[in-house]
């Protein structure tokens, strides 16, 4: 488990199976209710020309994401903290780069996001930049 917290009734989660540096066979993006995922994304196969990876600096802190491309939508799960609005976790929904959804986690998230397992990873940068949404909307 790379990432995972509830946001209500449901959980996101980033989960690898296998050896990340080593050639893992899957890493991928899981959304739904406990047990019964609404999406699981990529559902098999490649992933890395899917994934990318990112850092952010804030006043008083900074953050990391992982991005999940699909089509048009970004999916894109966060870690962060700053001054003046503490710390924020969840999963961010885009369209052609517009906020579709903010979930944040309701409690503290299980999470490797950052520098060191992105380097071990091998995950590329992503080129898109990324701040934590100050708006949440409901599932």
Known sequence: MIFSCGTGAKV???CA???LSAGVVWLGYRYGLLGKPEMIYPPSGPWRGLVRAGMGTFS???GAYLTFRRDSFRYVVY???GRGWGEKAGVAVERNGKLLTNQTCRGKPVSEL???FFADSGIPDDPAPFDPPTRNRKE
């Open 17 to 19: 199976y296998g050896d």
């Open 12 to 14: 996101v989660s980033v």
């Open 114 to 116: 950052g520098p060191d």
């Open 79 to 81: 870690t962060a903290i």
């Open 60 to 62: 008083g802190g900074g």
